[in-house]
């Protein structure tokens, strides 16, 4: 009798350890198929058009600029944890994609320089000031304490002081390699914000309006470019800030024998007329920095009235704040192709 009982207790707890083991496996079986299914749904989200990847590492469109008082400011690649909420900019380019890509969350931009008419809305006391494109009021920055902070060139004194108040991104452009640093700033915001599509549908636009211009360079044999400041004249050549209506749009340059410089190499009226361009294009450097410009009193001397771009009607002025200072956008550099577009069809 004892042998049988104890042959039955044996038995039962034999029982009820293989329940507690089949039960503990089906717990761990739901964790996890439960864990397969939000790794599974996480993994579809991130990354997916319209929905960024982040944690992200976003490198500078330029590794490092020289100061023209000397020196070189080398700038970082960034890792940001999650997508930036409250966005400071100073470069108007950048700004400019931000505002075509319908990125929302800009908080502050610099309102103290000449904003470009179709940049007019961020004058408003919607968005705060940041400063100047050359005096940062760092102050008011800390204060909005934005979670990422757009350079170009003309802030890069002040990278350092920036990175105090937080995260900063160099945006800007390569003068000898413009239209490639242009679209890499674009692809930046794109991926930082979730607007691959909006970019893709953006730049299609270029396909045409780029086809256009160049079918309409064809039609001349040489051009200048050249930027006027208060009654002075500068020239522009392949390889510098206005390269791009060489390279890019197709214009041949009536000469290879100018000084590379962000603001060109002096240039006499005299000199005008002795390489006698069949297109010169005039960028109103006096317009865009605020001041009275009296372009086309000044052009139209007695000296240029005879060169073959005077007689032909084939100056353009150049709209100074667009070409100036808000080009690198999306909109700015549709802008531009359009307006010569506009001037020499």
């Known amino acids: ?104 969350g800009i908080v502050g931009v610099a309102k103290d320089s000449t904003l470009s008419a179709h940049l007019e809305k961020y004058a408003s006391d919607k968005y705060k000031s940041v400063g100047g494109l050359k005096e940062p009021l760092l102050e008011d920055i800390a204060e909005m304490d934005p979670d990422v902070i757009f350079i170009s060139g003309r802030q890069s004194a002040f990278y350092e002081e920036l990175k105090e108040i937080a995260p900063v991104v160099f945006v800007g452009t390569s003068e000898d390699d413009y239209w490639n640093t242009f679209l890499s700033s674009v692809d930046l915001a794109a991926k930082m914000f979730g607007k691959e599509a909006e970019a893709e549908e953006y730049t299609a636009k270029f396909d045409s309006a780029l086809e256009e211009i160049k079918a309409l360079a064809g039609n001349y044999e040489t051009s200048l470019v050249t930027m006027y400041n208060e009654g002075k004249l500068s020239g522009f050549a392949t390889n510098s800030r206005f390269g791009y209506i060489y390279d890019i749009y197709g214009f041949k340059p009536v000469t290879e024998d100018i000084e590379a410089s962000s603001h060109g190499s002096n240039f006499g009226f005299e000199a005008i007329l002795e390489f006698n361009p069949q297109v010169l294009f005039v960028i109103d450097r006096t317009a865009a920095t605020g001041g009275d410009s009296n372009i086309e009193a000044d052009m139209e ?36 192709i359009e307006e010569v577009l506009a001037e020499l069809k």
């Open 1 to 104: 009798m004892k042998k049988l009982f104890f042959a039955l207790l044996t038995a039962m707890v034999l029982l009820l350890a293989a329940c507690g083991s089949n039960e503990e496996a089906s717990k761990e079986e739901s964790t996890d198929k439960a864990a397969a299914e939000g790794q599974s749904e996480e993994t579809s989200t991130a990354g997916t058009e319209g929905i960024p990847s982040y944690p992200m590492t976003v490198s500078p469109t330029v590794a490092s600029t020289e100061g023209r008082e000397g020196g070189t400011t080398n700038f970082e690649d960034v890792k940001f944890e999650k997508m930036p909420e409250k966005i400071a900019v100073f470069d108007y380019g950048f700004l400019d994609t931000l505002d075509a890509l319908g990125v929302e």
């Open 301 to 336: 001397n007695d000296i240029i009235k005879k060169t073959e771009a005077y007689q032909n009607e084939k100056i353009v002025y150049l709209d100074g704040p667009l070409w100036y200072l808000s080009g690198g956008g999306l909109q700015s550099e549709l802008a531009k």
